[in-house]
């Protein structure tokens, strides 16, 4: 037989159980939320920070913006020429598309690269720090810049004879 003394203990028994299970879970959740806080924080203040490590603005001196008169007197003759885009050839192992908007201004960049060799640059150089490698020996990796404007890539196959292309493009 219970006894009216019995049942107050009970019940503040289980409801301090159950303030401590609140309890708990509200530190819990606190602790949840503040973590992704600094999470994001950290994230914004890498992007924010790689936003202006960018190593690799230009090609040969030819930079985003610039007018196809300006490109052609830095790079010469191109092999094919055109309103909206020249393509280079510089020799057997380097090549170079470049592409123009509707007001002749450069908007695509993209290198390409054949074998390995002292002319071919290399992730850390283009983009200052290093990239991880496949095990294929394939590399890729894109960022975006949005306060200068551009995304930059680059991508080199796997293999004996890989193709590097390094792509710095204006974002519209």
Not at 146 to 171: C, D, E, F, H, M
Request: glycine fraction near 6%; include cysteine.
């Amino acid at each position: 037989m219970i006894s009216f003394t019995e049942t107050p203990l009970r019940q503040t028994t289980c409801s301090r159980g159950f303030v401590f299970l609140v309890a708990a879970a509200s530190l819990l959740l606190a602790v949840s939320s503040l973590n992704a806080q600094t999470t994001r924080k950290v994230a914004v203040a890498a992007a924010a920070a790689e936003d202006d490590s960018a190593v690799f603005k230009g090609y040969r001196g030819v930079q985003l913006g610039m007018t196809t008169d300006e490109v052609r007197k830095k790079l010469g003759t191109p092999k094919d020429k055109g309103d909206e885009q020249d393509f280079f050839i510089f020799n057997e192992t380097e090549t170079a598309q470049i592409v123009y908007d509707s007001t002749h201004k450069v908007v695509t960049i993209s290198a390409d690269f054949l074998n390995p060799g002292n002319s071919v640059p290399t992730a850390k150089e283009v983009f200052g720090s290093e990239v991880e490698v496949k095990a294929d020996g394939s590399v890729y990796r894109m960022v975006r810049f949005p306060k200068a404007g551009y995304w930059l890539s680059y991508n080199r196959t796997g293999g004996n004879s890989p193709l590097t292309t390094v792509t710095l493009q204006k974002i519209q």
